[in-house]
């Protein structure tokens, strides 16, 4: 939820999908929520349009790619790549993600999506090098409702994380609503602090 696909691995051309993810601090008070836009553009391959928004001002562009490299283990997992880049509106500069992506299906109702890679924070003498791993477990309880627990990560110097226990509820085909909340080291303080989370999504 937090840290998502552009779509969903194996995707098929033409799909669209619109969502918006929603954070609030409880030490803060900041509201962040992020609009996106999602289009498979090809049989696994998808483009996306993200626009992070903190307050009422626009933080950054965000432009993503995602391939498909194919499935493995007897078609129980799928897995695949994603790159994304960033302009930073306030510091007017550009920052990069690369990520490796694999998607396991222990059975019907277990299910597990892990990312790894890194982060390069800016493209100049100040720019760093950051790991990222991204680690999420689901339970499908029925069609419509399914619980998980996401682990963001990323490793410099120090160790940062975020943890994301989490909900989803399908209102149907097309509609789901995804709810959670936990403690958080992602600030550049690296104070804890507990966030609300959620993600309306809606596919075409």
Known sequence: MVFDLVDPLGAKKGEVEINTLFDYSTRTGQFQWSPEIEYSFKNGHAIELELPVENATLSEYKVSLQGTLGMLLQGRMIHGWQAIGRRKNDEKEYAAEVLYLNDYKFSEKWSMMNMFGFRRTAFNEDGEFVGLSNNSLFY???????????????????????????????????????????????????RTEWLITSRLIYDF
Do not use: C, D, H, W
């Open 140 to 190: 499908m309880y029925s069609k419509r409702f399914s619980l998980g627990v996401e682990l963001n990560n990323e490793i410099t110097s120090k160790y940062r994380y975020r943890l994301t226990p989490q909900i989803q509820y399908a209102f149907s085909k097309n509609a789901v609503i995804q709810f959670g909340g936990g403690p958080s080291q992602l600030n550049e303080e690296k």
